[in-house]
């Protein structure tokens, strides 16, 4: 049996709701901001390439930022949690920097000089 017509528009109305909510609570999980949605990446702890498929919300700015400085092996093996990327010495002083900006800043990334270099 179908759910009326009424019965529906409530059920999603109630599932926007939920969405909503969920799209002002989200958070950075590398810099403790909140994200605006039109900011939001997900960003695979272990890069999809390498078999992962867990994902944590960033704020475009952080998530551009982890791929400037890793390369997705160094990312796979090294740094695959929030914890062990805020510890890195580039990252931290990047997460430092950026913790006192608007949610809405969106910087350009800064590219490692070592990536690439192996």
């Known amino acids: 049996m179908s ?3 009424i019965k ?5 109305a109630r599932t ?3 969405q909503a909510k969920v799209a002002e609570l989200a958070v950075c999980a590398l810099c403790d901001r909140s994200i605006p949605p039109a900011l939001r990446d997900a960003h695979h702890l272990i890069p999809k390439s390498r078999g992962g498929v ?3 919300d960033m704020h475009r700015a952080c998530h551009k930022q982890i791929h400037a400085l890793f390369t997705e092996t160094e990312l796979a093996r090294n740094y695959a ?3 062990a990327l805020r510890v890195h010495p580039e990252m931290a002083r990047f997460i430092s920097w950026v913790k006192d900006k608007p949610t809405e800043f969106n910087p350009p990334a800064r590219r490692s000089r070592s990536k ?3």
């Open 54 to 56: 867990i994902t944590v």
């Open 3 to 5: 759910k009326g017509r």
């Open 16 to 18: 926007q709701a939920q």
């Open 116 to 118: 690439g270099q192996l």
């Open 8 to 12: 529906r528009l409530q059920s999603e």
């Open 81 to 83: 949690s929030p914890q």
